[in-house]
């Protein structure tokens, strides 16, 4: 049976109309939202730490680190809003499309433990601002995050531009909250200027740059993003497509722009309250919020870090529950009860928060938040490639591929994203090793997933390209060998079938039909597409092999219907025993031809032959065509 086709995130799917009549601006901020949802991700405590370590350790050094990820992050994200704009698919159902069912299995499952990773690092987050404004136990906020699960219920439940109007106002209080940080800092402009000057002072520095460029641009945010611009019903022409992807592109950058200065700002307070004093080891949330108050001299400084802090923690756990669902139902196209899903979702990054507090006690959640962001790393490239990849394909993208330079600077940010995080990842991997009191256990158990990851990722990067190269005419070349030799005789057989499977038998079965049928019988092409996506997903399956079927039966029909003969064609998914039987039982036909080709004994004998069940489930004549 066939998969039915979902919509990405269906319960605010196209849930806001876009007037057409209306104003520019009224159509502009009909559109804006997405992003801002978006960013907090950009902006959330995975990246305070990084930004912290890099301030006081190095100043304003490292200011065009923050600048240069923005830059990727940008033309990523608007990468991922032009695939939920023109295909109408988030990028996991896209991913689910294209590759096979074990592949984006495997695909689904990286994705979820970076999700989870993700959400790991926003509930500690949270759990330590309450903590930092209101005394409260680490084990106490990790537990009453479990209610802003509700909270994204209620949210839903009023409609997403209330949602998105919540995450604005959260996202006001960070920028609010900075700007009197800024104010209190009195931080030095021309150093500020300074810091844009691309320079890596030492090892360490590169190492705190990688971790940036790791913690800013997020896997989750490509999902989520291609999901939430679907939620907006526009015109659907061409020139409706190509206004909506300007608009996004117009909420991208302000909302990007805007994580951009909240993670300068977290870096140049750092630099000018702790790398000033010669305080060049504070990397700890907590620490940084313990010494703001003596550095700026007024214990607002502190509240509002806190303040912030949570702010950041509350509105990206929101938008990380979001993604999870997108991803579950996307790659897996299950569907389950919205308040399961995300309460889910939320025991899979509480459970080991609350975990490690326990056994570890509350030092060991800055260790989490950096674990946290290798593991985001590592998956990183298994979001990105497939986005670049989906944009790319112009059949698909209904022409609006992207062009070619843009094309060259999605892959190299891609090469330099994944460049990078696989150093970081390889760091962390090489200290564990050499600071592990059994590194064997690494050897046989991280290792070994690390090179598988970084196997399937190439296979990632090569498969769509080998399937470009493949797409020639000549995979089907006996269409234009057709032999024509109508026999003298009567005319038999006026509605005749004819099953291919794009073998060299398919030449002997065709010019078997004509001469049963002459000019005057009507033809019938039947094949069944057998990958395993066609059997789990049916007619809904959008794969290379689907689309080169389709093309190649067109060509069997033009090639036929040239030279005077009366030719439909059907397309079937999942077995062919199975398919062929059904199509042919469906019509009114007077003859079955099929090609055989004679397998081996004991693969006949193990899995059966399709010419055995197909002559067992038909009513009509069978003519049996070997090669």
């Not at 604005?168 to 920028?175: D, P, S």
């Not at 009860?337 to 459970?351: E, G």
């Not at 843009?406 to 330099?416: H, P």
């Not at 009114?588 to 004679?598: N, R």
């Amino acid at each position: 049976m066939a998969a039915q086709k979902t919509n990405s995130l269906e319960e605010v799917h196209q849930s806001v109309a876009i007037t057409q009549n209306a104003t520019v601006w009224k159509r502009i901020l009909a559109f804006f939202g997405p992003a801002y949802m978006v960013s907090v991700g950009y902006m959330d405590p995975g990246n305070w730490a990084t930004d912290l370590a890099g301030g006081s350790q190095f100043g304003y050094t490292l200011i065009w680190v923050l600048l240069m990820s923005n830059i990727m992050a940008l033309l990523l994200q608007s990468l991922s809003a032009r695939l939920g704009i023109v295909r109408q698919r988030d990028l996991a159902q896209a991913s689910r499309d294209t590759y096979s069912r074990p592949v984006n299995f495997v695909l689904y499952f990286l994705a979820e433990i970076a999700i989870a990773a993700c959400d790991l690092a926003e509930v500690l987050g949270m759990a330590i601002g309450l903590q930092l404004l209101f005394d409260i136990p680490l084990l106490w906020g990790v537990s009453i995050t479990m209610l802003d699960t509700f909270l994204l219920l209620f949210l839903l439940n009023k409609g997403i531009k209330k949602m998105e109007a919540f995450i604005i106002a959260l996202i006001a209080i960070i920028g609010i909250s900075f700007l009197v940080e800024m104010f209190l800092a009195k931080p030095d402009p021309g150093q500020i200027a300074a810091g844009l000057v691309p320079s890596i002072p030492d090892s360490t520095a590169l190492y705190i740059a990688i971790g940036i460029i790791g913690a800013t641009v997020m896997p989750h945010n490509l999902y989520l993003h291609s999901s939430l611009v679907q939620t907006r019903k526009f015109d659907r022409s061409a020139k409706g497509i190509k206004q909506a992807i300007r608009y996004n592109f117009f909420d991208s950058l302000i909302a990007l722009n805007l994580a951009f200065f909240v993670n300068a700002a977290i870096l140049i307070l750092a630099a000018a309250t702790f790398y000033k004093n010669g305080m060049f080891e504070v990397a700890e949330i907590q620490d940084a919020h313990r010494l703001l108050t003596p550095l700026l001299g007024t214990e607002w400084a502190s509240i509002l870090f806190a303040l912030a802090l949570l702010a950041a923690g509350q509105s990206s756990t929101i938008t990380g529950t979001l993604a999870g669902q997108i991803v579950m139902e996307g790659y897996l196209n299950l569907r389950i009860q919205p308040w399961v899903r995300r309460i889910i979702t939320r025991l899979i990054a509480i459970v080991p928060a609350f975990l490690t507090i326990v056994y570890f006690g509350e030092e060991a959640t800055g260790k989490l938040l950096i674990l946290s962001q290798v593991i985001l790393s590592l998956q990183l490239g298994f979001a990105i490639i497939p986005l670049i990849h989906f944009v790319s394909d112009n059949r698909k993208m209904k022409g609006f591929a992207i062009g070619k330079y843009t094309k060259i600077a999605s892959w190299l940010i891609a090469l330099v994203i994944v460049s990078l995080n696989a150093r970081l990842v390889y760091d962390e991997i090489k200290g564990w090793i050499e600071t592990s009191e059994n590194p064997v256990y690494l050897w046989i158990f991280v290792v070994p997933l690390a090179v598988a990851a970084a196997l399937l990722l190439l296979y990632i990067i090569i498969k769509p390209l080998i399937e470009k190269t493949m797409v020639s005419p000549t995979l089907v070349p006996h269409i234009k060998h057709i032999v024509v030799k109508e026999a003298e005789k009567p005319i038999v057989y006026s509605n005749i079938a004819i099953a291919l499977d794009f073998s060299t038998t398919d030449e002997k079965s065709i010019e078997s039909a004509l001469q049963l049928g002459g000019k005057e019988a009507n033809y019938t092409i039947i094949h069944v597409v057998e990958t395993v996506g066609a059997m789990v997903y049916g007619e809904e399956i959008q794969d290379f092999e689907t689309a080169s079927d389709s093309n190649y039966l067109n060509d069997y029909k033009n090639a036929l219907e040239a030279k005077g003969y009366k030719v439909t064609i059907k397309l079937d998914f999942g077995s062919p025993k199975k398919g062929i039987a059904k199509l042919v039982n469906e019509g009114d036909f007077d003859i079955l031809i099929l090609g055989a080709h004679g397998h081996h004994w004991f693969k006949d004998l193990l899995f059966g032959t399709t010419v055995d069940a197909v002559r067992h489930s038909i009513k009509i004549p069978l003519l049996i065509v070997k090669n």
